[in-house]
């Protein structure tokens, strides 16, 4: 089964956190490392990621177990001639895909819909069932118990047996014996009777406490399932939603976008089950250069049974492999199909034109036999500009000619896994930081915080909490301006134990913030990887939107606050909602 190392955090120079979590699947021979800027997106992929090894693992296991079923149960040699024939075709089948890589590719659309990138999937996990509810059970009624002194139990005698016995010593009392048998027969019926009646309550009543019971469970139970179907939900809706804001976005020349939706692209893209399909994107804005660093399969990984005999002196299945030379010829084939595909997809899928040229640098992981150490070797690296690349008819190239007319860097056999520099390594910077600048000094008593510049509202807020964040090593970075509700500050605690990465936001309101602002800043929080979220605002939240902050890493600033934090580190000002909507309408009418 797959298994992971615990996620590692670092920092770059600017103080981005950085996550990656190593996965690996011995019994398919995979490895990969996953990295990103979210921690919460890095887990998501990795698990998924395992989740799909450990489902072709299952595949391959069960074809493997039916297959060993068959020459098993195959009795005539002609039965076993016909499964080795078989599986000579499976193997033959495997081997000729190798050679169909970029002729695949070619033959479909790399042009992606939106609605084809959207989860649509629904909540599997079923709803809890409620158990049959036991009516509390009434107080059973009991018979009225026999009386020796009741009269059907008294002896009456008349005059004549009165007579008779004054005259015969104990014949009352033998008159009597058969009324004190039957109330002594009664009473004992009665005792049984009332022990059933009491044992059937008490059944009863222990029946009502365990469905007392089992439905307090079952409430639990639902109310744990809502929560998580809920959680589902607003996933799913996070998820659509940042597929809607990156297509428009890198429709509208987003950098950050534009690398969020050629990584859509490449996760989209079929490989067969050994390839790694890892990859890391930059994009830069300046020369509309998108660089891939993209994980290659080790030798080791890809398919080299050619021949399978059924030797029958022997009643066995031999396999026949690839020579040497052969496996390391396809290998080659194989690596620079793999170049040239995923650039052709690139381009192909690039309907904003956002790209003037595509770096691939291909990296395999594997064993130095000199050291025995896991190593991650760049083996090949080729930029190629957007116009030659169009110009090549890629149903008729040699892949290796191709690679080398488009002056790709790489050694002359590839399986060598001999390391090469590549032509442009990614920038782990995030470009999305710019220089900051002071504003809490220029303000006094008569600066009415909802009425400032946006842009200055969010240096304010960098500013006051760089001050309040004032832990050695910690860092408070502005992003561009936008005014689209994303991250305004980022806070970067190098701490190991309480440290982290925490999102602010800042909204100059004269309204009332509305809970989709909270669900905002939650997903923000959750695609960052950031262990908390800070909204600041001038106005003031909602019901929903303190409600929808419980329990969730969420902290909510209103105006009140914020003129308290700002008074905490010295400086003043006051916030006025009313003058301040007078003030930005009259902004608005001057400026149209």
Same mark, same amino acid.
């Given at each position: 089964?797959?298994?992971r190392?615990?996620?590692?955090v ?6 981005l956190?950085r996550y ?14 996953v ?8 887990e ?23 297959r ?5 149960r ?5 039965e076993?001639k ?7 075709q ?5 081997l000729?895909l ?11 659309? #790399? ?11 629904d909540f ?8 049959s ?5 009434s107080q ?22 009165e007579l008779i016995g004054n005259v ?11 009324l004190l048998?039957l109330?002594?027969n ?16 008490e059944?009863q009543?222990?029946?009502f406490?365990k ?17 998580k179907?809920?959680?589902f ?6 998820h ?6 990156t ?8 950098s950050t ?5 050629f ?14 399909q ?15 660093d993209?994980q290659?399969?080790?030798t080791?990984?890809l398919?080299n ?9 022997r ?6 492999y690839?020579?040497?030379?052969q ?5 080659d084939n194989a690596?620079?199909?793999i ?5 052709h997809e690139?381009?192909e899928a690039? #309907?904003?034109n ?6 691939? #640098?291909g990296?395999?992981?594997?064993i ?6 896991? /190593?991650?070797?760049c ?26 007319t488009?002056? $790709?860097i790489?050694?002359s ?11 442009l390594?990614i ?9 900051s600048?002071?504003?809490a ?11 400032m ?8 807020v960098?500013e006051?909490?760089e ?17 689209d509700?994303?991250i ?5 605690d190098?701490?190991p ?5 925490? /999102?602010?936001q800042a909204?100059r ?8 602002a909270v669900?905002?800043?939650f ?7 950031? #262990?908390? $979220?800070?909204l ?7 019901p ?23 008074d ?10 009313k ?6 309408a ?7």
């Open positions: 089964m797959g298994e190392s615990a996620i590692q670092t920092y770059t120079a600017t103080g956190s990656a979590i190593e996965i690996r699947h011995r019994q398919l021979n995979k490895y990969q490392v990295r990103g800027d979210s921690q919460y997106i890095v998501q992929k990795a698990r998924a990621t395992l989740a799909q090894w450990d489902e072709i693992w299952e595949r391959k296991k069960g074809a493997d177990e039916k060993s079923d068959r020459q098993h195959a009795r005539s040699i002609e076993k016909a499964l080795a024939m078989e599986r000579t499976e193997a033959q089948k495997a000729s190798l050679g169909q890589l970029l002729p695949f590719a070619l033959n479909v659309s #790399n042009k992606i819909t939106i609605e084809s990138l959207k989860d649509k999937s599997l996990t079923p709803q809890p069932s409620p158990p509810v036991t009516q509390s059970p059973p009624a009991i018979p009225n118990e026999p009386k020796e002194s009741d009269r059907r139990y008294q002896l009456h005698l008349n005059p004549i047996e015969l010593p104990g014949y009352e009392t033998a008159r009597r014996r058969p048998d109330f002594k009664n009473h004992q019926q009665w005792s049984l009777s009332k022990a059933k009646i009491m044992s059937l309550y059944s009543v222990q029946a406490n469905s007392k019971l089992e439905y307090d469970d079952y409430e639990k139970a639902l109310a744990d399932w809502n929560k179907r809920d959680d939900i607003l996933a799913r809706s996070a659509n939603r940042a597929i809607d804001d297509i428009k976005a890198y429709l509208s020349a987003d976008a534009i690398t969020e939706y990584e859509l692209i490449l996760a989209s893209s079929k490989h067969p089950d050994y390839f790694p890892s990859y890391e994107i930059e994009y830069n804005p300046e020369s509309k250069v998108l660089i891939v993209y290659l399969p080790p080791e990984a398919p049974v050619k021949e399978v005999k059924y030797v029958q002196a009643n066995e299945f031999a396999e026949s690839l020579s040497q030379t496996t390391n010829e396809i290998y690596l620079y199909q170049t040239l595909r995923t650039v690139i381009f690039d #309907n904003a956002s790209l003037s040229a595509v770096v691939f #640098n990296y395999v992981h594997s130095d036999k000199a050291t025995g150490q896991e /190593v991650d070797a083996v090949l690296s080729l930029m190629a500009s957007r116009a030659e690349f169009e110009n090549l008819n890629l149903e008729k190239v040699d892949p290796k000619a191709c690679f080398k488009l002056k $790709g790489g050694s056999k590839l399986h060598s896994l001999a390391p090469v520099a590549p032509v390594r920038e782990r910077a995030d470009k999305r930081f710019i220089q600048y002071a504003v000094d220029s303000l006094h008593e008569g600066n009415n915080l909802a009425a510049d946006w842009e200055d509202f969010e240096h304010l960098r006051l909490f001050k309040e964040f004032t832990q050695p090593g910690s860092e408070v970075k502005v992003t561009r301006a936008s005014r509700g994303g305004d500050a980022v806070v970067f190098p701490d134990l309480r440290g982290g990465k925490i /999102v602010i909204k309101y004269t309204n009332t913030v509305d809970v989709s669900r905002d800043l997903g923000t929080v959750m695609n960052e990887g950031a #262990n908390k $979220g800070i600041v605002t001038t106005s003031d939240y909602g929903d939107a303190y409600e929808f902050a419980k329990g969730k890493p969420l902290v909510l600033l209103n105006g009140g606050n914020l003129l308290h934090l700002l905490k580190h010295g400086h003043k000002a006051h916030i006025d909602l003058e301040a909507k007078k003030i930005l009259e902004n608005d009418n001057m400026s149209t």
